[in-house]
């Protein structure tokens, strides 16, 4: 307002021709140039811009280390260490606020996380000894067990042939979990050994266990490629292709930046018809686990679509991060939140969120824009989850010496606010399919907004831990013949571009503005494991 006054009289004083009218108008203009940028600035930094941060009144009871989103909307954590008298893992309701604890069967700290096809979390390996003065190593549990939504409890599984501390766990195109790397229950040495779950009506089988040709870091960045083979990322330099049919790893390519990215971070960026389900690849930030080493801003994208994939830098981050989080939304958009410039000194905690457009046809692409900032540092043990209403979660977070982090943030991004400030009016989802969808197969989508949805997507739900997603993944879908009050729309092509199970189901009109999301579990013609 004191710019316009200034405006005002400024125009008036400049028809006086005297010199004193003048003197005035030139300060006016000073006034004018310094007001300017910071109006520029508050037009930038609503919520319609950068989105809402908010922590919430209920704390969570256990150390979430582990977390993953199940088929009723609900999240499952697992903690970090041991309870008395028992390990504990907690259901927090999204409704409510609120978490509740469960027993679960053994000490699952440091466990690899996803979801089977029959939406049953699953876990595989944990903690068997913690260090001590005299066996400083930690070792890896060869337990396995999967949590069943009906009866709120988890069931042990099948075990592997060697215990494993910091694996990762992926999903394949047939519905069976691959597990690489992860400290083993003898003298913790790195196991560098590929199994291969198959879930049935009992408690599984693990295949054989196959050596790989190199001795993997531990939370190995691993992806599901369209084509059916498996990719490593890191966090050592040299990436890796791995194929399940011959089961031999290939070297594909090697990192810009000459150091590992530990605790950096790895997506596989979104999978839709408009780049016809080519695969990319981002890594971000991570570093030297010293706790000296000041962690990298910098971005590496890789196209695996091409003859010979290169990894070029992608755009840097707005702060140093190490144990970061990055998470897709609805969107498309990559929100990076948390981490430090230094690991686990919280003194240099990132709180700068960041958001990275990978869409070609955005005005912002293969940029980061603000996200606005968390208040809470978020550094080991930390987790950013989607949720079905497209917000955000900020748990965890427990560097040396520092009691794990109590409080959990909520990010309400951009695209929920109008250009003003108020909610947006979100389209909504009246029906989906009941039963499983097979590929590349029609089906309905009931929303009374059938005529102003731009874009339908799934989002697999979270299982993440220790700065890396496990079960992260995008897919565009293709809409045909939108009309009163339905949506037709084609399932993913195939098992290899979206694997067996369930995923968020989100709508988005033609303003950006996301549904809440219903689930759809996708499966084979043979049917879910």
């Known amino acids: 307002m004191a710019s316009l006054c200034c405006l005002h009289a400024c125009s008036r004083s400049f028809s006086y021709n005297n010199f004193s009218r003048l003197i005035h108008w030139l300060a006016c203009a000073v006034l004018l140039l310094a007001v300017a940028p910071r109006v520029a600035a508050q037009a930038t930094t609503g919520p319609a811009q950068t989105g809402k941060w908010q922590i919430l009144t209920n704390t969570v009871p256990i150390n979430p280390v582990h977390a993953s989103v199940l088929h009723n909307g609900k999240v499952l954590m697992i903690e970090g260490k041991n309870t008395s008298p028992s390990p504990l893992g907690a259901i927090w309701d999204p409704a409510t606020q609120k978490a509740t604890t469960f027993p679960v069967t053994y000490t699952m700290f440091c466990n690899a996380m996803v979801v089977l096809p029959d939406g049953r979390p699953f876990v595989m390996g944990g903690t068997v000894h913690f260090p001590t003065t005299s066996a400083p190593a930690f070792t890896g549990q060869p337990k396995s067990a999967a949590y069943d939504l009906s009866t709120g409890v988890f069931t042990d599984q099948a075990s592997m042939a060697d215990g494993r501390w910091y694996p990762t766990g992926t999903v394949l195109n047939d519905g069976t979990v691959m ?22 009506s009992g408690a599984g089988s693990w295949s054989s266990p196959v050596t790989a040709n190199f001795v993997p870091p531990l939370y190995p960045r691993m992806h599901l490629l369209p084509d059916g083979e498996v990719f490593y990322s890191g966090s050592g330099t040299t990436s890796k292709f791995y194929d399940l049919a011959t089961k031999t790893w290939s070297n594909c390519c090697t990192t ?19 780049n016809s389900y080519n695969p990319k690849i981002m890594i971000m930030g991570g570093g030297k686990f010293d706790n ?79 996200a606005g900032a968390n208040s809470v540092a978020r550094l080991y043990h930390s987790n950013a989850i989607l949720l079905p209403d497209a917000t955000v979660i900020l748990t965890g977070s427990n560097p040396p010496k520092v009691p794990y982090e109590n409080r959990v943030e909520l990010y309400e991004p951009a695209y929920l606010f109008n250009p003003d400030g108020t909610l947006a009016t979100r389209p909504v989802i009246s029906g989906v399919p009941s039963g499983a969808v097979h590929y590349n197969t029609a089906f309905e989508v ?43 729309v084609t399932s993913p092509p195939n098992d290899k571009i979206a694997p067996p199970g369930y995923y968020l189901l989100f709508i988005l009109n033609s303003a950006g503005v996301p549904s809440v999301a219903k689930f759809v579990q996708f499966c084979s013609s043979s049917g879910c494991l």
């Open 179 to 200: 597990v690489f790397s992860g400290q083993d229950e003898g003298s913790g040495d790195t196991n560098n050994t590929v199994e291969i779950f198959t879930a049935n």
């Open 256 to 274: 810009n930046l000459a150091m590992d990215r530990v605790y950096g971070t790895s997506v596989l960026l979104p999978l839709t018809p408009a």
């Open 292 to 370: 000296v080493t000041p962690a990298t801003d910098t971005t590496e994208i890789v196209d695996l679509s091409i003859s010979s994939p290169k990894w070029t830098f992608g755009p840097n981050m707005s702060e140093p991060r190490i144990q970061l989080n990055a998470t897709i939304l609805p969107s498309g958009k990559v929100l990076v939140t948390g981490g430090s410039k230094i690991n686990e000194d919280g003194t240099t905690a990132s709180f700068n969120a960041d958001l990275y457009h990978p869409d070609p046809s955005d005005p912002n692409f293969n940029k980061f824009t603000s």
């Open 446 to 488: 009931q929303t009374a907004e059938a005529s102003s949805i731009k874009s339908v997507v799934l989002i697999r739900p979270a299982g993440v831990t220790h700065a890396f997603n496990m079960e992260q993944r995008l897919v565009g879908l293709n809409v045909t013949n939108p009309a009163a009050g339905v949506l037709t």
